[in-house]
């Protein structure tokens, strides 16, 4: 049998929706064996964050050398980093094992407005891991932090897209979750030349705690699985359309997406 591996570099998330948790259900329901380094850990649940205790550097470290030395990983993907030591710390240890199919989520807030990423170390993304990437997928207020521009139209989003290509990512996808305007839920992806968008229709609901981390991690799960960039991103939007239809309604807040809710849909 061959066994897909994919390791994510990213937060614990108590409520199971986004971070690490939303990751590994991910892979696991797109058959790609799961592997985890912890960043930080968040007291988390629906209504919002109730603390953040970013582990030791050190600790970070070790554990992607764990997983390095032993078990490798066909596609590596990040999530929350916090701060700038930890971002270096990542970016090294990617240069270190030579994993090339890394996809960066530059998380930076969660959804009711906790830092996940410190001010300063927004450089330090810019600087040591964009560079490093495959694959970058900000959403807007992500994208238009990174390259000090403000985004209102698909114009503008093409315009962010080029300044992120121009950072060394190879491949640059900024979502659509958060462009408030009409029916559709448009990601456009960027590969230095050309644009292509991904478009479904946009759901009313609340509950869309974690769609970020959902989407990257599929994205991740199928360059494990050797797919292009272009197929990646087109199974990654497919699972998160499932994934927010088939509402759990969970908890008192923004509740999660349903992680099975792709396999449902499509393969029983
Ligand atoms: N209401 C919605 N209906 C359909 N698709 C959506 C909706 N909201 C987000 N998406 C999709 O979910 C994915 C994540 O997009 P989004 O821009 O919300 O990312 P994000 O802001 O990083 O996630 P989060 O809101 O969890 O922080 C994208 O593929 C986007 O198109
Ligand atoms: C540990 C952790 N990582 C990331 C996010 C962002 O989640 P999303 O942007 O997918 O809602 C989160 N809320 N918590």
Known sequence: MNVYKALTIAGSDSGGGAGIQADLKTFQELQVFGMSAITAVTAQNTLGVQGVYPLP???IEKQI?????????DAVKTGM???????????????QFGWSRLVVDPVMIAKGGAPLLQEEAVQAL???????????TPNIPEAEVLTGMTIHTLN???????????LGVQYVVIKGGHDDDGEEAVDLLYDGDEFSYFTSKRIETKHTHGTGCTFAAAVTAELAKGRTVKEAVETAKAFIQAAIEEEL???????????????RKFFE
């Not at 980093?81 to 240069?95: E, G, P, R």
């Not at 503008?156 to 121009?166: N, S, Y």
């Not at 008192?252 to 349903?258: I, L």
Request: hydrophobic letters at 40%.
């Open 126 to 136: 810019k600087t040591y891991l964009l560079p490093l990437a495959m694959v970058v």
């Open 65 to 73: 050398e764990s997983v390095g030395t032993d078990l490798g990983a």
């Open 249 to 263: 309604g969970i908890g008192h807040g923004h509740g999660p997406t349903n992680h099975w809710a792709y396999r």
């Open 57 to 59: 550097v050190e600790a």
């Open 81 to 95: 980093l916090f701060s700038a030591d930890i971002i270096q710390a990542v970016a090294n240890k990617v240069k």
């Open 156 to 166: 503008d989003r093409r315009e962010a897209a080029k300044r992120l290509h121009d």
